[in-house]
């Protein structure tokens, strides 16, 4: 496991759980409690989490910091691709329509529709640029981008006029990606652009299934777009904490830990 996704996970588990502890975390990942603590000092200074003695407790502050998608792509590649897969469940009866956010995990499930003969047979919406040009190229015919600006970091399409096409569709499924999922503030993401389109499929779509790793569970980002009354569907992975799975059933919400 890279460092950058063993900091990511401590960070997850520490804004659940609220506290860890360096020789617990030590034996989970089998390192030395020296590389631990390195890992809590480096998210310290980010403002991720605040060291204390023997562990670190979760800050209490909204994240906003973004990563380019090469790095994303990078980051729970196996939980990312077992998350996708179990999303192949959630489609649509042929003939139904689909929402597809801008994000890896989603990318992951597109890869998987790109391969799928039955994806020419549902109306596939996305406002992710990398999305679109892969089914495009498979061959698919019934993929709608839509228009707007394209933001370089996310390679994401914002802004009004894709809000003004929203405004006119209806999906059975949207699948979302989400920067954060937490029991307070349901999903967030850092930019106040892409929240309003991954607001506007989530309202207009008759199920939403959230697709988040398990690194995100229990971060908080600067801007709300969804409440847990308005997700129907959560899938992550195996090493989500079980406490907030079932926090999340206790909500009405069906937990899918893919493996």
């Not at 890279?2 to 659940?16: D, F, K, M, P």
């Not at 603590?37 to 200074?45: E, F, G, K, S, T």
């Not at 801008?102 to 039955?118: E, H, M, V, Y």
Request: hydrophobic share 45%; aromatic share 4%.
């Amino acid at each position: 496991m890279y460092a950058e996704e063993r900091r990511r996970q401590i960070a997850s588990l520490t804004a659940v759980e609220g506290r860890v502890n360096v020789t617990e975390l030590a034996q989970k990942f089998d390192v030395t409690a020296e590389t631990i603590r390195r890992d809590l000092a480096v998210l310290d200074r980010e403002g991720v989490v605040h060291r204390v003695h023997g562990g670190a407790v979760a800050s209490q502050s909204f994240l906003t910091t973004e990563f380019p998608l090469d790095t994303r792509f990078r980051t729970s590649p196996t939980a990312k691709s077992a998350i996708a897969r179990a999303a192949l469940d959630q489609l649509p009866a042929p003939g139904g329509s689909i929402f597809l956010d801008a994000g890896t995990t989603i990318n992951g499930l597109a890869d998987l529709l790109a391969d799928n003969p039955q994806s020419h047979e549902w109306s596939i919406v996305t406002n992710s640029l990398p999305i679109a040009l892969e089914l495009s190229g498979a061959g698919l015919d019934n993929v709608q981008l839509l228009g707007g600006t394209v933001r370089a970091i996310t390679q994401a399409v914002v802004g009004d006029t894709a809000l003004r096409s929203l405004a006119l569709m209806r999906a059975d499924v949207a699948f979302i990606g989400t920067n954060a999922l937490t029991i307070d503030h349901g999903l967030s993401t850092a930019d106040a652009q892409e929240a309003a389109v991954k607001s506007s499929m989530v309202t207009n779509a008759r199920k939403v299934v959230v697709l988040c790793d398990s690194t995100k569970l229990g971060n908080d980002y600067l801007v709300s777009f969804a409440s847990l009354d308005q997700i129907d569907v959560v899938i992550t992975d195996s090493e989500a904490p079980e406490t907030f799975s079932s926090e999340l059933r206790e909500r009405g919400i069906e937990v899918i830990l893919a493996s």
